[in-house]
Nanobody, 119 residues
């Protein structure tokens, strides 16, 4: 199973970006998908997660500005990031908890996409 993330880039403060992450491979089910981020010198932190296609949770720092959604038919999760701030600058990683061919549930990570917000 692989996760392919896209949509990062450089944006001015107050701007918007939309991140996408598609899961591919032998997937027998997806329990949840989410986005995490890691800024230089800091630990990786949860940004947003969606479970069951409609149950969402967000980090307090992004509530009201970011929206996570998913397309279950495409095994894809999106993160609409609005009103971006310089402190949102980080590498954003996609994550999914999926059932694989052996019918085990495994945690899968994408390669990360850089988001840079200039002031």
């Amino acid at each position: 199973v692989q996760l392919q993330a896209s949509g990062g880039g450089l944006v001015q403060a107050g701007g918007s970006l939309r991140l996408s992450c598609a899961a591919s491979g032998s997937i027998f089910g997806i329990n949840s998908m989410g986005w995490y981020r890691q800024a230089p010198g800091k630990q990786r932190e949860l940004v947003a997660r969606i479970t069951g296609g409609d149950n969402t949770n967000y980090a307090d720092s992004v509530k009201g500005r970011f929206t996570i959604s998913s397309d279950n038919a495409k095994n894809t999760v999106y993160l609409q990031a609005d009103s971006l701030k310089p402190e949102d600058t980080a590498v954003y990683y996609c994550n999914a908890y999926v059932k694989v061919a052996t019918l085990r549930w495994v945690d899968v990570w994408g390669q990360g996409t850089q988001v840079t917000v200039s002031s």
